[in-house]
């Protein structure tokens, strides 16, 4: 069975007597014993507070310096992807109009072929009608 906790009291009066006082009464205590006491604790001041604020100014500035240097370098990246996409470009329309004029070639080649061929049945024929 599990343990019950109790919620802490909190009061002046006597015999009651708790870890937290209570505020919401509103009452002005005079007397030293009953007034509940609080305490302030003064923030600690860290004695090398100059030191983090420059160390965080030349971090600052070494990553100001970065960013110039990445921004550059994205700048000169973009600009060789634009070259050497131009370039290839140009070499796709150059091995397509290569590509044609094998293609042309190519026909010309065969109406030569044709025409040799022709010429040659002919000669045989006409040779083969002289004798």
């Not at 470009?89 to 290569?98: A, G, N, R, W």
């Amino acid at each position: 069975m599990p343990i019950r906790y109790l919620p802490t009291r909190s009061g002046t009066g006597a015999g009651l007597s708790g870890s937290q006082p209570n505020l919401s009464t509103g009452e002005s205590a005079t007397d030293v014993s009953t007034a509940p006491q609080f305490t302030f604790r003064s923030k600690r001041k860290y004695s090398g507070d100059q030191n983090i604020k420059e160390e965080l100014r030349e971090i600052r500035k070494g990553m100001a310096e970065m960013m110039q240097v990445l921004t550059s370098i994205n700048t000169n990246q973009t600009e060789a992807i634009n070259r050497i996409s131009e370039d290839v470009s140009s070499l796709k329309e150059h091995v397509k109009d290569l590509k044609t004029e094998i293609d042309n070639l190519r026909f010309e080649n065969e109406k030569i072929k044709r025409n040799i061929e022709n010429l040659i049945s002919k000669y045989n024929e006409n040779r083969n009608v002289r004798l």
